[in-house]
Nanobody, 127 residues
Framework: DVQLQAFGGGLVQAGGSLRLSCAAS????????IGWFRQAPGKEREGVSC????????YYADSVKGRFTISSDNAKNTVYLQMNSMKPEDTAVYYC????????????????????WGKGTLVTVSS
């Protein structure tokens, strides 16, 4: 069974940093793209960042570009989201998701074409 578990959320002050981890099992990273999505209270879910397992190519939403970094450790089947210079508007439940295939990370992030979703982890940024 494919399983995804996001963890590492918490409370951080504006300007601070936090690192989320997505532990995956049941599939081979090389054949999948892993994405981070978030949903703030009262808002629709939005794509944050995505990494393609086959070549580690990445894509970021404009709202986080330059502040967030996605990376993967294929040996550990884990994807990380390093979040720096955080803002109150980054407050949301963050989810990781996986999609089988080799489309561009941008495609997966913008179409929400993911096959598996994990439970979210709450990130709160105080002002």
């Amino acid at each position: 069974d494919v399983q995804l578990q996001a963890f590492g959320g918490g409370l951080v002050q504006a300007g601070g940093s936090l690192r989320l981890s997505c532990a995956a099992s049941g599939f081979t990273f090389d054949d999948y793209a892993i994405g981070w999505f978030r949903q703030a209270p009262g808002k629709e879910r939005e794509g944050v960042s995505c990494i393609r397992g086959s070549d580690a190519s990445t894509y970021y939403a404009d709202s986080v570009k330059g502040r967030f970094t996605i990376s993967s450790d294929n040996a550990k089947n884990t994807v990380y989201l390093q979040m720096n210079s955080m803002k109150p508007e980054d407050t949301a439940v963050y989810y990781c998701a996986a999609a089988y295939g080799y489309y561009s990370p941008k495609y997966y992030l913008e179409t929400y074409g993911m096959d598996y979703w994990g439970k979210g982890t709450l990130v709160t940024v105080s002002s």
